[in-house]
């Protein structure tokens, strides 16, 4: 097929439906709302459903109900939007039921502003909503990553009956690159979810719930739902290197548009006697920690680069278990790091003492 | 090859368009190409801009500090970006409604009365087309039949808009041309 010019909110629409996802419940917000305009004109063509709900917390439960109803189901938003969601997300969690949730993020706290950021990272990957859970967080850095990952998330969260998150910063929504579409399929190529409530003439029914009033009853819940997250720690790591070969002086760890700023940044220090290189996270939970200490124990420093005030970077700490120094740099409230900036950092860490 | 463009402007006066058209002809021309707009509060009458990247090998950041090249279609947009153009780059700069010549005198300077030739091309509107041009017949990155066949695909849907918008980017082509530094030309 032949790669087509699209910004990364309408690839993520059309990758969902490509990956035979029908039903869309969302609220709108800046700056992912081009995903609910694609996807209203596009799912009636496709005999898909669109809704705009009420709220935000409106669009999680009607996700949650259609997923329950073994549907292949989304919503999108952007981080205040997302923290409305939370509750419903973590019910959805509880319950074991797979939907995919794309966040779009702009600066916070609170309305913050409308501008690219990654600051939802502990929201993402530490909880969000309450209750034991974790998401499968997918962080795409092009928008051609962005639909390939869009299909891997439909294919995860079925697989574990667990809620995938696609997490993308402002310029991954905003941006147009050319992408193409490597697979297609329909509702009706999908498996069936004998677990869900489709009516229950003929069979004993089935009950979709997140509430265990018992003590031994929620115990052994969470420890089910614990198991399953080892497993995807197991098998759902996932990271890219560049320019890592043979070691590095200083290793930068970076995600989403800002692991793209830094490849950059990489190519221009090449001639500069400091050897540079990039590990980029593409899961963020799980966190490829094991590949990343692999990574860096060929290289003198870790510097994390985020549009936050450091977030991943403790995950980076806790990889790299203080044997190598670990700097962090970051900028926030929408601005965006250039790669000379970026250069700057690396020379100016490359030139302290150990 | 490898190329970072500013495109900015009044919001309304199409210079998100001429940045797609830019990048989509690139892709069709086989290169790696990012478009990425200003997505601040914009408003019609306010400033806008976006950056397009086109390179023969993968594309890393999408922004830019210190572009190659520069069309700037409204006096702030001049203001704001004239300083971080790379010298040797090319600036094209819309006269119809910028009263002052860029003071750099490192760079390609390309000065078209853009809105004016659009006029003459049958629209105003199409002051856009004209820049794009200008900005091609100097810099020659991408080849102008695929910019047109990019602009026909564009305006499929309202094809009557097709033979203004193709005219007035054939005008702001020729300007571009003459101002080329020598080793761009063919």
Known sequence: MAKKLMKGCEAIGEAAIKAGCRLFFGYPITPQNEIPEYMSARLPQVGGTFVQAESEVAASNMIYGAAGAGCRVMTSSSSPGISLMSEGI?????????????????????????????????????????GDYRLLVLAPASVQEAADLMALAFDRADHYRNPVMILGDGLIGQMMEPVEFKSEIGPEDLPPKPWSTTGCKGRAPNIINSLYLAAEDLEAHNWALHRKYEEMEKH??????????????????????????????????????????????????????????????????????????????????????GRRPVEFYGRVGGSIPAPEEIIEQVQKLAATAV | MHSEIILAGFGGQGVLLIGKLLAYAGMKAGQEVTWLPSYGVEMRGGTCNCTVVLSDHKIGAPVTKFPHGLIVLNLPSLDKFEDSVRPGGV?????????????????????????ELAQEAGTAKAAN??????????????????????????????????????????????????????????
């Not at chain 2, 600036?91 to 809105?115: E, G, Q, Y």
């Open chain 1, 90 to 130: 973590s019910y959805i969690a509880g319950s074991e039921l797979p939907v995919v949730i794309v966040n779009i993020m702009r600066g916070g706290p609170g309305l913050g502003g409308i501008l690219p950021s990654q600051s939802d990272y502990f929201q993402a990957t530490k909880g969000g909503g309450h």
């Open chain 1, 236 to 321: 759902e790591k996932r990271y890219e290197t560049y320019n890592t070969e043979g070691g590095c002086d200083v290793l930068i760890v970076a995600y989403g548009t800002v692991a793209r700023i830094v490849r950059t940044a990489i190519d221009e220090m090449k001639d500069s006697g400091i050897k540079a290189g990039l590990f980029r996270p593409i899961t963020l939970w799980p966190y490829p920690s094991e590949a990343l200490w692999a990574t860096a124990e060929n290289a003198g420093k870790v510097l994390t680069c985020e549009l936050s005030c450091g977030q991943m970077v403790e995950d980076v700490r806790y990889a790299i278990m």
């Open chain 2, 91 to 115: 600036l094209v700069v819309n006269t119809s409604l910028i009263n002052r010549l860029p003071h750099r005198t490192d760079l390609t300077v390309v000065p078209v009365a853009c809105n």
């Open chain 2, 129 to 186: 087309m004209v820049a794009l041009g200008a900005f091609l017949g100097a810099t020659q990155l991408v080849d102008l039949e695929m910019v047109k066949g990019s602009l026909e695909d564009t305006f499929a849907a309202r094809p009557k808009l097709v033979p203004i918008n193709l005219a007035a980017l054939s005008k702001g082509y020729e300007i571009g041309m003459a101002h080329a530094p020598a080793h761009a030309t063919h």
